[in-house]
């Protein structure tokens, strides 16, 4: 009877491989990838025994402006192309392989790092910042697809809820962190490429962070969801969405705060409520917590996309210095900016911390090495929950 | 400053294009793909002017056994590589490209079909059963995925749990459907291949079916949750995982009922529950059903990998024709098997029909064409769920 049993398994698993040839190298260790080595250096490999020229690409290659650096893998006579890196910290990362000049993904590994339509493959170093990014053995929160309605924006819209270990089970009521992500970004951003479910849930089992809940809405309005999650179907992505960074969001923000409150057991206060994002989050982030002067603690802006002077034919920017004020007579307690020393926008937050200094408005500042980045923008966010709440 | 936000949004839309001669040709009419045309057929487009040879593998083609077949593209003087399909039927579709014999994503199109460690791209052709595998303007469910304590399996595991709209809002209690995956899948398969939340969406919204929780459990007992999601990390898929099929999934299944009916608003009784699922999940829900005797009214075997002579080891098939007399005797409302006429396992499902003839037990027989699919899987599914709870 066993042998049925095997004789599915097998004929399942040859369904799973669809090349012979593939197979039969398949269990070869020179054919793992990428190989961590116990240095932290990665080999990476791949059998492309047809192809010309094949390079790699990484985040820790000096890129040329926008162009990510890549190298030129070296071909043996078996027809794997070969590459080690230098030793990498602990981090999560991503990488391409460029096979005759085209972008392939990486065959020897289903895990993705996908960008919106840009897809390479992941890998995680631990021992560091790292360890907060993998799934550990511990209490783990419950995350939600959720549907509100947004009379504001004319539509039902899908959004992402963390709830702490133990929410669904206890009467406890919980503070929340709002959580938003960049341009070309979703409701899914901060889970898929921020890594938040595992860092909240390695922060709070380590007593780090306190138990509480984290939204993640879609910041751009004019979208119902993430694409292939919206009736538009699986359009590819396009020209910018209407109302992206145009004050809509702001506006329409209350709906989701209402939401919150009405159907999760949240402490509905100004002392339990901190906002935060990255780039276009950033900017969202700075401007709901100043229109609703009195609603946010903890305001954290991740690599913020600060302009100077935002489109003024909405309302919401309209009294930019003046709510700020306000914001800053209401009172907060935390009021953290992060940014890259490389990031291009970090003109941006220069100028705005002095204009932040010359109102006397408090804040904490953190630059990092490195731009415009999620290895960045989960570092911080590693460092920011730790401080809210407390 | 409109300059300033064009400039932010050029910079970003830049990013995500890492070369620039692709770029130039992004917005290219020939370019497009997969490009469904008025007839339903595809036309399908590569850019790969460095190739010698690209192919194309769609289910739509012929396959060699367990080899999926192929064709080959052409290419053109610019370096566009073609290939137009014959007239398709509305479904889900997957392709892939072979670029000089190496699988490759499609670069244009963002949106994959992640069946394990095999990624293919894929495309909806609407007007019939696609249109259940969209996401319409209808009421939404929610879809949370959350941990429930297995001391059966000494572990904390992954657990994907719809909820219909409304659920959150209402005090109603509502029926249950446990919907199984096969094996090489997870909690996230019937999500991401089967398509099971438009599914009951769309037929929920139609009134075709009864409002109901679906619950999706990993039936890899010996793991928390699927690959990438657990403490074993980013490990890619090798041997298949202990306990499978061994009894273990089928004895554990009751802390699953129990966590459903203790922690959501269910109809905890027989003609409130029903359990369904594919290949391995549909030989879990032939024994789950009948090893508890009097607890599903309806049940769905969609292409069932039936064993003559499971592992007689276990104590759950000791008494496999005893208990199957007693679910007879005790009764239940609907017993559903689903198979393709060119199906691997065609023969245990008629051997398996002639079993149940023989004892009078009533099912309803649904063979339609093709194989071992999620194509007829979804199929399955959407004329399951409009018959139970009825």
Chains 1, 2 share one sequence.
Not at 54 to 70: C, D, H, I, N
Request: proline share 6%.
């Amino acid at each position: 009877m066993k042998n049925t049993l095997l004789t599915i398994l097998a004929i399942f698993t040859l369904a799973v491989s669809t090349n012979k040839a593939q197979e039969a190298i398949w269990n070869n260790k020179e054919n793992s990838t990428p190989e961590i080595n116990p240095d932290n250096s990665v080999t990476f490999r791949l059998f492309a025994p047809n192809a010309k020229e094949v390079k790699l690409s990484g985040p820790w290659m000096p890129s040329v402006g926008w162009t990510p650096g890549t190298v030129n893998m070296i071909k043996d006579e078996k027809g794997f192309w070969t590459y080690k890196s230098p030793a990498l910290n602990s981090d999560l990362y991503y990488y391409s392989f460029y096979v005759d000049g085209m972008k392939c993904a990486d065959p020897k590994n289903m895990y993705q790092y996908k960008d919106g339509d840009n897809i390479s493959n992941m890998f995680i170093i631990g021992g560091g910042n790292g360890d907060f990014y993998k799934v550990n053995q511990v209490p783990h929160g419950s995350v939600t697809r959720r549907w509100y309605d947004s009379p504001g924006n004319g539509m039902s819209r899908r959004i992402s809820i963390y709830t702490p270990a133990g929410y669904e089970t206890s009467v406890e009521k919980y503070p929340v962190l709002y959580l938003l992500h960049g341009m070309g970004g979703d409701e899914e951003a901060w889970i898929s490429l921020g890594n938040a479910i595992q860092i909240l849930d390695n922060l709070i089992a380590q007593g780090k962070a306190k138990p509480m809940i984290v939204v993640m809405p879609n910041g751009n309005v004019s979208q119902e969801a993430a694409l292939g999650q919206s009736s538009i179907g699986l359009m590819q992505p396009g020209p910018r969405f209407p109302h992206t960074m145009d004050g809509k969001m702001e506006e329409t923000f209350t709906e989701i705060v209402h939401f919150m409150d009405a159907n999760y057991r949240t402490i509905p206060k100004k002392s339990s409520r901190a906002i935060a994002g990255l780039s276009m989050g950033g900017f969202h982030s700075l401007h709901i917590s100043r229109y609703y002067p009195n609603t946010f603690d903890y305001i954290g802006l991740f690599s913020p996309a600060i302009m100077p002077d935002p489109r003024m034919d909405s309302k919401v920017y309209a009294n930019f210095d003046g709510s700020l004020k306000q914001q800053l007579e209401n009172g907060y307690k935390l009021y953290w900016i992060g940014i890259g020393n490389t990031d291009f926008l970090y003109k941006g937050v220069k100028d705005y911390r002095s204009k932040l200094d010359s109102i006397k408005m408090p804040y904490i500042y953190r630059e990092t090495d490195g731009g415009h980045t999620w290895s960045n923008w989960r570092a911080y966010l590693s460092e920011f929950v730790p401080l809210i709440f407390k």
